[in-house]
């Protein structure tokens, strides 16, 4: 090697050292700052207790709800666990299979899944999570619960019992619900609500009005909400009042605007519907932000 490429090589190096411990450096302070902005951020201590694998965890009693994955356009999937060791999924997005085994949890022991929309980020690990209960020979009934009307989910089980025929060894429940309709799986009360969704696309703007559901859990005396995906037509505030956790979007940057209204919250208006919740969740945030925790 000529000496002056072994000089150039080197200051390289020393450039790319010195940005590196700038990063770190960056992050630090990131970290010290975070207890000052949660104290001026009133009457909410804001805490980034999330990332976009979870640590948005809330554990009640007897039951624990955890945010596995979330973001916007991609995926959504929480966990529900009761003591007795029986789960229930909230929304089934892309990587759900690999996000149970990451946490040691038996997809078997999954009563089922309960669907806000038929959106590819709510619906799109059902297949998966389907094909591996078959494969360890599961043979308790599958709940699918999804809004009176959606069929994404519904496409997704005849795919799948299509390809697999009669070697499926348990039974897909899969039920419609509107409004109201209460029902009960893994012993937790659940009644839906409706929300304002419509679809949007970068083709066709904003689309026609979509089946969507929020579920309000009921489970020893404590209540959680689960928002799904909503516009702020969806009149919210009334199903926050008094609820232990509410698990609310939040896709947009900004508030206003007919996409606020008729497709997606704001950070701004997420956290303002979440100010009655005990703690909230914020999530479904686009691009690489992550869930936020809202704690009283
Ligand atoms: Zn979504
Ligand atoms: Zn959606």
């Given at each position: 090697?000529?000496?002056t490429?072994?000089?150039?090589?080197?200051?390289?190096?020393?450039?790319?050292?010195?940005?590196y411990?700038?990063?770190?450096?960056?992050?630090y302070?990131?970290?010290?700052?975070?207890?000052?902005?949660?104290?001026?951020?009133?009457?909410f201590?804001?805490t980034?207790?999330?990332?976009?694998?979870?640590?948005?965890?809330?554990?009640?009693?007897?039951?624990?709800?955890?945010?596995?994955?979330?973001?916007?356009?991609?995926?959504?999937?929480?966990?529900?666990?009761?003591g007795?060791?029986?789960?229930?999924?909230?929304?089934?997005?892309?990587?759900?299979?690999?996000?149970?085994?990451?946490r040691?949890?038996?997809?078997?022991?999954?009563?089922?899944v309960?669907?806000?929309?038929?959106?590819?980020?709510?619906?799109g690990?059902l297949?998966?999570?389907?094909?591996?209960?078959?494969?360890?020979?599961?043979?308790?009934?599958?709940?699918?619960?999804?809004?009176?009307?959606?069929?994404?989910?519904?496409?997704?089980?005849?795919?799948?019992?299509?390809?697999?025929?009669?070697?499926?060894?348990?039974?897909?429940?899969?039920?419609?619900?509107?409004?109201?309709?209460?029902?009960?799986?893994?012993?937790?009360?659940?009644?839906?609500?409706?929300v304002?969704?419509?679809?949007?696309?970068?083709?066709?703007?904003?689309?026609?009005?979509?089946?969507?559901?929020?579920?309000?859990l009921?489970?020893?005396?404590?209540?959680?909400?689960?928002?799904?995906?909503?516009?702020?037509d969806?009149?919210?505030?009334?199903?926050?009042?008094?609820?232990?956790l509410?698990?609310?979007?939040?896709?947009?940057?900004?508030?206003?605007?007919?996409?606020?209204?008729?497709?997606?919250?704001?950070?701004?208006?997420?956290?303002?519907?979440?100010?009655?919740?005990?703690?909230?969740?914020?999530?479904?945030?686009?691009?690489?932000?992550?869930?936020?925790?809202?704690?009283r």
């Amino acid at each position: 090697m000529v000496f002056t490429e072994y000089i150039k090589q080197r200051l390289k190096h020393k450039y790319f050292l010195t940005r590196y411990r700038n990063v770190v450096k960056i992050r630090y302070i990131g970290l010290a700052f975070t207890p000052l902005l949660s104290y001026f951020n009133g009457p909410f201590s804001l805490t980034r207790g999330g990332s976009l694998n979870g640590n948005c965890k809330w554990t009640g009693t007897g039951w624990t709800v955890e945010v596995l994955h979330s973001r916007a356009g991609v995926s959504t999937t929480i966990l529900i666990s009761v003591g007795s060791g029986e789960r229930l999924l909230l929304d089934c997005g892309d990587g759900t299979l690999r996000d149970l085994l990451n946490r040691e949890v038996d997809p078997k022991r999954i009563a089922g899944v309960l669907i806000s929309h038929g959106h590819f980020d709510h619906v799109g690990g059902l297949h998966p999570v389907l094909g591996f209960i078959r494969m360890v020979g599961r043979n308790s009934d599958f709940f699918v619960v999804a809004p009176e009307g959606s069929f994404e989910d519904r496409l997704i089980i005849k795919a799948f019992t299509e390809a697999y025929g009669g070697t499926i060894p348990f039974n897909i429940n899969r039920r419609e619900v509107r409004e109201g309709a209460e029902l009960e799986l893994a012993g937790i009360k659940i009644i839906p609500f409706g929300v304002v969704h419509h679809g949007s696309t970068e083709m066709e703007g904003i689309g026609p009005r979509l089946p969507s559901l929020g579920y309000k859990l009921f489970y020893n005396d404590e209540r959680v909400i689960y928002t799904g995906d909503c516009g702020l037509d969806s009149g919210l505030e009334k199903h926050i009042q008094g609820v232990n956790l509410a698990i609310i979007e939040a896709t947009l940057d900004e508030p206003g605007g007919e996409l606020e209204a008729k497709v997606h919250l704001s950070i701004e208006s997420a956290r303002r519907i979440a100010e009655p919740a005990e703690t909230a969740f914020i999530i479904h945030r686009p691009g690489g932000a992550a869930p936020k925790k809202v704690t009283r």
